[in-house]
């Protein structure tokens, strides 16, 4: 029975890869004795420019354009720091995410990850990459209220962008939620900071959805202050919050 040569397994295998792809060498799945032989065979790869190195031990398939290869989303640069053999461990937030959710024009290069165990932050090709502690339980269904409520707690830290835009458009956000998801919110910010808390707070109860806002109110000491500057001119409700 004729042994494939390594160097045709990979290229067979980085031919089922889809374009963007990040992988190891043990996505290959070959014996142990094989690891320097992958190794050099993909480091022979990078030098002919079949793939690219993202950093070390990591390679990925580039999307070839007119104008130039692409670099891999920010999902598959920290795939590696999001789930860990099948478990989901993280979730792309902040910085990460305010593009997509509207709050800002700007693009990153940094990459936030909200984890329950956080770690120092570190430098992965072009990319720095940087933790967010998340106190609750992260499931996949939990991931879109956690953005939202990351992008409350860090609202004076979102680029581009006035705390009264920020503010607006996640009011605009938060009115699209449906009920259900409305009780999770709620749940989810209790292990968030107070003006986190505060904030939510006073955005549900601007939407009318008083039903809501019994616990995050019960939650806050009656006499600390939380500074927000210009809320007050999107929220007329702030004073019962004490947002100033």
């Known amino acids: 029975m004729k042994v494939m040569k390594t160097t045709d397994i990979i290229t067979s295998k980085l031919n089922r890869f889809p374009q963007g792809y990040v992988f190891t060498y043990e996505d290959f799945h070959l014996e142990v004795e094989r690891k320097e032989a992958v190794i050099k065979a993909l480091n022979r790869m ?20 007119p104008f130039g290869d692409l670099q891999p989303n920010q999902e598959q640069i920290v795939k590696d720091l999001l789930e860990d053999d099948g478990k989901l461990i993280g979730y792309l937030t902040c910085l990460s995410i305010y593009n997509k ?40 269904d939990n991931i879109p209220m956690f953005q939202v409520l990351d992008a ?9 962008s006035t705390i009264e835009q920020s503010l607006k458009r996640l009011i605009a956000i938060i009115e699209e939620v449906p009920a259900l998801d409305l009780y999770t919110i709620v749940r989810l910010a209790l292990k968030y900071p107070p003006a986190t808390r505060a904030l939510l707070g ?40 004490n947002i100033i």
């Not at 409350?152 to 581009?160: A, G, N, Q, T």
């Not at 809320?231 to 004073?239: C, F, S």
């Open 46 to 65: 990078v030098a002919s420019g079949k793939i690219e190195k993202l950093s070390k031990g990591k390679y990925y398939k580039p999307e070839r354009t």
């Open 101 to 140: 959710l509207g709050l800002t024009t700007q693009v990153s290069n940094t990459i936030q990850i909200g984890k329950n165990v956080t770690a120092p932050a570190f430098k992965r090709n072009r990319y720095n990459i940087s933790f967010i502690k998340q106190k609750n339980t992260i499931t996949k």
């Open 152 to 160: 409350i707690r860090f609202i004076k830290k979102i680029p581009d």
């Open 202 to 241: 006073a955005i549900l109860e601007d939407l009318g959805h008083i039903g809501f806002i019994l616990g995050l109110y019960k939650s806050l000491n009656p006499i600390t202050k939380y500074k927000i500057k210009g809320a007050d001119k999107i929220l007329p409700n702030t004073q019962n919050w």
